[in-house]
């Protein structure tokens, strides 16, 4: 059962050394590779910020955690060397990357902090990112730009802090995963990764003539009529098997067998909506991040490490969101899952060169990514064994963090395995939205399921 979590504000001082540009450790091919059609569509040109954290080892007492990750660094960059190069544009807001062997940023750094300072149980959000993941200035550009961005903090007690910003329209999540993979097998001794990387971005380019023939209301023109959000929260909020079983009473009988994705996403999406407020006709969103891979026929290869993720689209009005049951959300979102096939995606990328890569709306939209089966990044070992968290640092990708949120696993510290949910909403609306989930989950008068309040960023920053 999960209890509120409580944070205690403190500071702390990070020493950084000067930025490093690290290069292949042997010559690559300088030559131009064109991204995909998936890949340069103007929703996923941003920076996406990952963070890993680690505990001491006495095994690598000797070890600097820095000097291991540098030498692999320069080592598995031989391998993915586009990743040292910088993305162009050409004509038609084409993306492509001059692979020019420049390098990726680099940065050592010390924290007067320990791991356990930073809470019992570690999860979104945290504490002075600027400070773990140092903005190098120039560095945050799409175009002409350092295509990763990579922070080792030590921290006193011997483990240490891996903080990345990564350009999106290099790799998705399962993609990087395979890069990260990789960079620690190369720290842990071996050669070469066990599953070499491969480009072939080709494979999700255009048709020719490019033919839209699917429905895609993910990239629907709106008019935002709500104005600007401020006066934002962040909090993040734990679902484990009690919270879970609570909100299944909900579900009707022949949706009984949805996955508890489903179930937890139509959930968090009805509620979302009631605390918002919208007006009762106002058409309410969801997109679903859908790998693609094994959509294709054959699948896409094992090593391809581009974009390849669809935003399937769920759409109801905030009233019958309101008043009807929650198997009216959920068959929603069922059915939008399962319009994504190798037609659909198809279909998407010919959209993008038919209407100039469009980004995919955002306006009453809520955006869900389901990390709880990527368990890759969760298995990068160092040498100092698994981190004790891995995945992104915050909710919400690029520059609309406040309508998306992710799934990641979690075991809290009663040993109970759930799902933690980062959720970013105007506070008027956070409090409207914890009752709600509240309201569902009490409404059995025997229910012994624990309020949930949620972890909210109370750490000062320095």
Known sequence: MA????????????????????????????????????????????????????????????????????????????????????????PGRKLMVDCSGQGVLFIEAEADVTLEEFGEELYPPFPCMEELLYDVPGSSGILDSPLLLIQVTRLLCGGFILAIRVNHTMSDGAGFTQFMMALSEIANGLSQSSILPIWQRELLFARDPPRVTCTHHEYDELVDTNGALDDMEHRSFFFGPAQIAAIRRFVPTHLKKSSTFDVLTAYLWRCRTIA??????????????????????????????????????????????????????????????????????????????????????????????????????????????????????????????????FYVRFINHKGESGIVVPIWLPSIAMKRFVKELNTMLMQDKNDQVDRLEGKSLTYSKL
């Open 276 to 405: 918002l407020s919208p007006n009762p006709k106002d058409e309410m969103r969801i997109i679903y991040l859908v790998n693609a891979r094994s959509k294709f026929n054959p699948p896409l290869p094992v090593g391809y490490y581009g974009n390849a993720i669809g935003f399937p689209t769920a759409i109801s009005t905030a009233q019958d969101m309101c008043d009807k049951p929650l198997g009216h959300t959920l068959e929603l979102v069922k059915k939008a899952k399962s319009t994504v096939s190798e037609e659909y995606m198809r279909s998407v990328i010919d959209l993008m060169v038919t209407k100039g890569r469009p980004h995919f709306t955002t306006t009453r939209t809520y955006i869900v990514t389901d990390l709880t089966r990527a368990s890759g990044l969760s298995e990068i070992d160092f040498g100092w064994g698994k981190p004790v968290y891995a995945g992104p640092s915050k909710a919400g990708d690029g520059d609309i963090p406040y309508v998306s949120s």
């Open 3 to 90: 209890q509120p979590q409580t944070t205690v504000p403190f500071t702390f001082n990070v020493r950084r050394h000067a930025p490093e540009l690290i290069i292949p450790a042997e010559p690559t091919p300088h030559d131009l590779k064109l991204l995909s059609d998936i890949d340069d569509q103007q929703g996923i040109r941003f920076q996406l910020p990952l963070i890993l954290f680690y505990r001491q080892n006495p095994k690598m007492k000797n070890k600097n955690p820095a000097s291991v990750i540098r030498e692999a660094l320069a080592k598995v960059l031989v391998f993915y060397y586009p990743f040292s190069g910088r993305v162009k544009e050409g």
